[in-house]
């Protein structure tokens, strides 16, 4: 369990890497986008309330406003560290025995991730983005503590359709 850095004081250690991520991508999205993802929203919308499924309707309505206010706020910058004990995101510090292991996804520009598996079943990955860091240092360093995961080649699924479909 991530202990909260704001209501207790954890060793975290001397910091080793340091840098700001986004909270999450922001798109540069085109009318276009924006014409397609609405007509899809419609039919789909339409389709709906003809076959009676009022509930994916109210999902489908739930989205379009997440998406908007989504869309409305801008993402915030979000510390991140790796220590000497663990790594820090945000307010959250993970100890090393909390995290499984970890990968790298290194394919400028488009893809510059570090991936670390936690040992949670709800939330299962964290994804910090590498920005124009060298990841060879930072993979050296974490191999003192945690397992390289080398089966993983590509991105994961969800984040590689998230980039294409800019919804992320």
């Not at 924006?34 to 389709?47: F, H, N, R």
């Not at 379009?64 to 790594?87: D, S």
């Not at 390289?148 to 699924?157: A, F, G, I, N, S």
Request: hydrophobic share 45%; glycine share 2%.
């Amino acid at each position: 369990m991530p202990k909260d850095l704001t209501k207790e004081n954890a060793p975290v250690g001397k910091v080793v890497y340091e840098w700001l991520v986004k909270e999450y991508e922001q798109y540069e999205r085109s009318r276009r986008w924006y014409l397609i993802a609405g007509l899809l929203g419609v039919v789909c919308l339409v389709y709906a309330v003809a076959t009676a499924n009022y509930l994916f309707a109210l999902i489908l309505v739930l989205f379009a406003i997440v998406l908007y206010l989504h869309e409305m706020q801008p993402p915030l910058n979000v510390y991140f560290a790796i220590t000497e004990t663990g790594i820090i995101l945000g307010k959250k510090y993970y100890r090393y025995s909390e995290l499984a292991d970890f990968w790298l996804i290194y394919n400028p520009p488009e893809v510059k991730t570090l991936y670390f598996r936690l040992n949670n079943m709800v939330k299962h990955r964290l994804q910090i983005p590498l920005l124009d860091y060298d990841p060879r240092p930072i993979r050296n360093y974490l191999n003192q503590f945690l397992s390289e995961d080398l089966e993983q080649e590509d991105e994961p699924v969800s984040d590689r359709m998230a980039r294409i479909l800019k919804i992320h």
